[in-house]
């Protein structure tokens, strides 16, 4: 997996436009927050894409910050640096578990290659935006930083009506079906019947 050749072909293609949808002004704005909500031992990534990655690949940055948004118990218990790279890449699974429970939605979620072998560096920034965007939603003390770098997620605003007041529902004819009022038959003659139309006029 680390010794990896370059693409060719189709895959080249498929890759360069993966990488074109990497943010370099989000990539700051993350770095920023995770900085501001970590502290600053979690350290500082080296410019660029690839100091970006390597600043989280080893998943210990990621696992703080997922901890750093519990107020409870951290979900995370161990985190350990480590060179080797199934460590890295289990570390990198932990903290997507716990994302994942903290609410984050598996369609916004990278796989772990995505991060450790730099396949899709803008699906990991699409995950710790909706990562910010839930923590800034939640506000519940846990969230570090300008709240003005995410936004805030619509919440469910859930209605219980009573068994009567639905039922008083069934009897409204909505404004989409029309209206009814002022229908009459007036003037309707019967159903098979010449119209009869008097001239008045001597």
Known sequence: MANKGPSYGLSREVQ??????YDQDLEERLTEWII?????????PEAGKTGWQNWLKDGCVLC?????????NKPIRKIQSSGMAFKQMEQISQFLNAAEKYGISKTDMFQTVDLWEGKDLA???RTLMALGNLAVTRDDGTYRGDPNWFHKKSMENRRDFSEDQLNEGKSVIGLQMGTNKGASQAGMTG??????????NP
């Open 16 to 21: 360069s436009k993966i990488d074109k949808k």
């Open 36 to 44: 501001a909500q970590c502290g600053a031992g979690v350290g500082q």
């Open 64 to 72: 703080e910050l997922i901890n750093s948004l519990s107020s409870g």
């Open 123 to 125: 699906a990991v920034q």
């Open 191 to 200: 159903y098979g019947r010449p119209r009869q139309i008097l001239n008045n």
